[in-house]
């Protein structure tokens, strides 16, 4: 069976992609949190279940082969359940979702520093720094192209809960978080993610973990 290790469901942004992959398999799987950061953290993030990703939550194990990294595990569990479940059937829909998924994967920097995820609390509204608006501009640009061109048929950026939600679910968490203003159109399709049930399942979970890590909840980390 699958084996999945992840960190706090409360904080860490990277195992809920992680986990949102591997339920969208429809694969059993093992799952095993991590307390992010505690006083055991060193020492377990040098055993053989962390080594090959450095320590670095979410790694997924099957058997012998192991995969880490968000997007990687997509690309794993697409490869072995099928590209279904994960991205749009139509070519030109499917090239935009990886890119957007890529792009999620490897920018907004300043919106993933300034914001770290916390999906227990909602803070009053801060003065939002230049590049951080420059992030928030750019995705909602993206979620707009998206909806407009793909999302017709149903509720999500290609209609269908796509591997793109999946990367961008914990985007949608943070601008609820942080009571960030975003047009109607984005509340609305970020409305739809927080209600999907494994986001749903994955925020419950989050309420019941006992672990607090302080730095994590300040209004904004600046
Ligand atoms: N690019 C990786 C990022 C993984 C990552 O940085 N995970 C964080 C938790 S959200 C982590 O393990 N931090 C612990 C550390 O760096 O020591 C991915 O997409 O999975």
Known sequence: MLKLFIGNKAYSSWSMRGWLAVKQSGLPFEEAVVPLYDEEWDRRREGAEFAPSSGKVPILWDGEAVVWDSLAIIDYLADKVGRAPFWPEDEAAR???????????????????????????????????????????????????????????????????SAADIMFAPVVTR????????????????????????????IEAAQDEPWVIEKFEQPVAG
């Open 95 to 161: 090239a935009m979702a990886r890119s957007m998924a890529a792009e999620m994967h490897s920018s907004f920097v300043a919106l993933r520093r300034e914001y770290s995820m916390n999906i227990r609390r909602q803070f009053p509204p801060q003065p939002i720094s230049e590049a951080a608006t420059a992030d928030i501009q750019r995705i909602v640009t993206l979620w707009a192209q998206a909806r407009a061109r793909w999302g017709t048929g149903g509720d999500f950026l290609f209609g269908q809960w």
């Open 175 to 202: 601008f609820f978080t942080y009571s960030i203003p975003i047009p109607r159109f984005a509340a609305t399709y970020g409305s739809a993610v927080l209600k999907h049930p494994f986001v749903r399942e994955w």
